[in-house]
């Protein structure tokens, strides 16, 4: 009789199998062989006889339980069943593994141990190759003992998820007692348990080569020595916002908008230590001490009254000090409403001319005052007319030049004595505030 070979046994009952495992999970990212996993299989296929057995090809049930001890080498434990009838029964017998008449059905037990080798492992796809050693156990026997099975073959595995995959196999099933070789093809699916993935590849950490803390790609400063504080572009940090990094400013806190030079500095055009943009007294000569806003410092002021019987030998001995020597005239008094000099007042003047002609170099600052009477501007012209005419008399008498001879008005600011009724024209109050005074700078 003609051995039928047909897969559709197999596929009725394989497809089942294969499309429940194809919509159990959700496909994903990542599929691979894991070191220390464990596999569950169960399978069906067909298992062809070789013709001198006299046996139909018929279909296989089994399953696998596997270890990886690595991402590619494997070791599975096998056992299957399948159950056959005798092909023709019109053969006689003829040699040991020929089944015959009266014999009809025949069942065969196979377990195995096999090892694995995976080709790409770390792929959805895994092709591998699978040998291993086992026993056949036929009922009936073909002799009075368990055949030894050798079987070698290929296969593959292709992931659907993690841990669940569709499998293939093609093996030869050499009984070797009787140098018989039956080919069994196989699929199933493969149920993996634990083990651990591989490490993804770590990415490499990105470069900052200046090491300021932002990578290249970001680093808009490059070349920023190690060390500055920087911005989350690293760009050296500019405090002050006057152009120049932190780490090069050496007048850090220069207000924003200031002109600075490469070193962040304002400048100091007269070098008197004082940058301009503070410098209240511009143009000081260099070497000339100065304060903080950039002026020499006020000399101190020596005043001596101009009536004093040793006028003449404290000028001499405040004239060597470092000071200014001032001269304080006596008060010259005016009439009410009046600026021209009375006989009184040209008195006190010629009883000081004496000091000032002995003094060409004196410079003379003439104030002139009112009494609180009059309004603020009337007052104001009042006290300067009242100086300017000590300034005409002592130009007058050749005492002094004009040039060197200033004069100020004051009005009712500055009073020599409080008025208490201001409408009282002539009051002692008044009549004190009606002056002009003068000073003199002995250089």
């Avoid at 009789?1 to 199998?17: D, G, H, Q, W």
């Avoid at 792929?123 to 699978?130: I, Q, T, W």
């Avoid at 207000?255 to 400048?267: E, L, N, R, W």
């Avoid at 009005?411 to 024209?425: F, H, Q, S, T, V």
Wanted: proline share 6%; charged share 25%; aromatic share 8%.
């Amino acid at each position: 009789m003609k051995k039928k070979i047909s897969i559709v046994p197999i596929m009725k009952r394989i497809a089942p199998v294969m499309l429940v495992s194809l919509f159990l999970l959700p496909l994903t990212a990542r599929a691979e062989i894991k070191a220390g996993s464990v596999e569950v299989n169960p399978f069906a296929g067909y298992n062809f006889f070789e013709n001198r057995q006299n046996l139909e090809n018929s279909v296989v049930y089994g399953g696998r339980l596997g270890y990886n001890f690595t991402n590619t080498f494997g070791v599975e434990a096998v056992g299957e069943f399948n159950k056959t009838n005798v092909d023709d029964k019109s053969e006689t017998y003829r040699k040991e593994g020929m089944f015959t008449t009266p014999i009809d059905t025949v069942r065969i037990t196979t377990y195995h141990l096999d090892l694995l080798y995976h080709f790409m492992p770390e792929s959805r796809f895994n092709p591998f190759v699978a040998v291993g050693y086992g026993a056949a156990h036929y009922d009936p026997k073909i002799n009075n003992k368990n055949m030894s099975v050798i079987n070698y073959g290929v296969g593959a595995k292709y992931w659907l998820a993690d841990n669940i995959a569709l499998r293939a196999d093609v093996r030869d099933n050499l009984i070797y007692d009787e140098k018989i070789h039956n080919v069994e093809v196989t699929a199933g699916v493969v149920f993996a348990f634990g083990g651990k993935s591989k490490a993804a590849p770590v990415a490499a950490a990105p470069l900052d080569s200046d090491r300021d803390g932002v990578t290249d790609s970001l680093d808009r400063c490059p070349d920023t020595p190690a060390g500055t504080a920087v911005d989350s572009n690293g760009c050296p940090l500019d405090s002050d916002n006057d152009g120049v990094a932190d780490y090069l400013d050496r007048c850090p806190g220069t207000p924003a908008g200031v002109t600075v030079d490469s070193s962040g500095c304002p400048p100091d055009t007269d070098k008197d230590g004082v940058a301009d943009y503070l410098d209240k007294c511009p143009g000081t000569p260099a070497g000339v001490a100065v304060d903080s806003n950039g002026c020499p410092p006020v000399a101190k002021q020596v005043v001596i009254l101009a009536s004093d019987p040793k006028v003449e030998e404290r000028v001499r001995v405040a004239a060597v000090q470092p000071a200014v020597v001032v001269l304080a005239f006596e008060d010259i008094h005016f009439e009410f409403d009046k600026s021209t000099l009375t006989p009184a007042a040209k008195a006190i003047l010629k009883r000081n001319i004496l000091i000032l002609k002995e003094n060409p170099k004196a410079t003379i600052r003439v104030a002139g005052y009112t009494s609180a009477a009059g309004t603020d501007e009337y007052n104001k012209g009042l006290s300067e007319r009242r100086a300017k005419s000590v300034q005409d008399y002592l130009v007058s008498e050749g005492v002094i030049v004009k040039s060197r001879l200033t004069t100020v008005g004051y009005g009712e600011k500055n009073p020599a004595a409080y008025e208490a009724a201001p409408k009282d024209l002539y009051s002692e109050a008044a009549k004190a505030n009606q002056r002009a005074l003068f000073e003199v700078i002995v250089e």
